[in-house]
């Protein structure tokens, strides 16, 4: 682990909740970002990837066809893929054409059959028809990037990686634990603060946070678990607990849940 000193930057006028950039030490970011993790685990307890599948291929194939698509939408169009194309030769033969139509729901699906037929190709060709388990390996797969990678080597390997998709970059600056843009930076930081064994399921818990509470445009700071320790809250959305409460996402009984843990009963916010 780095020993680094570096700081993360508070924007000016950032949110009502701690400091959580420019003063902060490495240390202070590493606890910090673990009792976020912890406070995490303890809401959402059974986070876990919500691709279906049953082999490292279908996952890679799934988590292919996840790109622009919600994990719900690829699991509607896996089950008869799968059973169409059952192994990597499969898919290194596959007729383009019904290839296509059977991933169309997904979006880009010209793009995403190109990926499967090559995928299928080289997992053959290089590596006698068994996915591969080194991330060097996976990222020289056509069309598969390190998120791809860390979701397979995580999920289907149990070799632990942090996902960087949309929602873990967002909310990983919004916690003050990493001023960058970037995917990889953002994985670097993040792989430098979080123990290694719980990169993989910090991962899944962060995700799910941006999809139920920490939304891109309007967050729901007010009813937020993690409010107290993060620097964004009341920024990113508003504080107010009545108004937060709409904003939530879930059934009712992860709201529910949700909204205990944040020190707020369900309809206690009206
Ligand atoms: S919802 Fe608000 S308080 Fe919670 S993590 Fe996101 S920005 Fe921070």
């Known amino acids: 682990m780095s020993t680094t000193t570096s700081t993360v930057s508070r924007r000016p006028g950032a949110g009502s909740g701690p400091p959580g950039g420019r003063s902060q030490s490495r240390l202070a970011r590493v606890r910090r970002a673990r009792a976020i993790n912890r406070d995490l685990a303890r809401a959402y307890p059974d986070a876990t990837c919500e691709l279906t599948f049953s082999t490292p291929l279908e996952l890679l194939v799934a988590t292919v066809l996840s790109a622009q698509c919600t994990d719900a939408r690829v699991n509607a169009v896996t089950p008869a893929l799968f059973a169409r194309y059952p192994d990597a030769?499969?898919?290194?033969?596959?007729?383009?054409?019904?290839?296509?139509?059977?991933?169309?729901?997904?979006?880009?699906?010209?793009?995403?059959?190109?990926?499967?037929?090559?995928?299928?190709?080289?997992?053959?060709?290089?590596?006698?028809?068994?996915?591969?388990?080194?991330?060097?390996?996976?990222?020289?797969?056509?069309?598969?990037?390190?998120?791809?990678?860390?979701?397979?080597?995580?999920?289907?390997?149990?070799?632990?990686?942090?996902?960087?998709?949309?929602?873990?970059?967002?909310?990983?600056?919004?916690w003050g634990l990493t001023g960058e843009t970037d995917p990889v930076a953002v994985e670097r930081d993040l792989c430098d603060l979080i123990e290694q064994p719980e990169w993989t399921h910090f991962s899944h818990r962060a995700i799910l946070h941006g999809r139920r509470v920490c939304h891109s445009r309007r967050a729901a700071c007010g009813v937020c678990l993690l409010a107290s320790r993060c620097p964004s809250a009341g920024e990113a959305g508003p504080a107010d607990p009545r108004e937060a409460e709409r904003l939530l996402r879930g059934d009712d009984e992860e709201r529910g849940r949700l909204l205990a843990l944040a020190g707020v009963g369900v309809g206690g916010a009206e």
Do not use: M, Q
Not at 93 to 111: C, K, M, N, S, Y
Not at 120 to 129: M, Q
């Open 89 to 174: 030769a499969a898919y290194a033969g596959a007729d383009r054409a019904e290839l296509e139509e059977l991933i169309r729901p997904t979006g880009f699906f010209r793009a995403k059959a190109d990926h499967l037929i090559g995928i299928g190709a080289a997992v053959l060709d290089r590596f006698g028809g068994e996915v591969p388990s080194t991330l060097d390996e996976l990222v020289s797969l056509p069309g598969v990037g390190r998120k791809t990678a860390n979701v397979v080597l995580g999920d289907a390997f149990g070799v632990p990686g942090i996902t960087v998709d949309t929602h873990l970059g967002r909310l990983a600056r919004r």
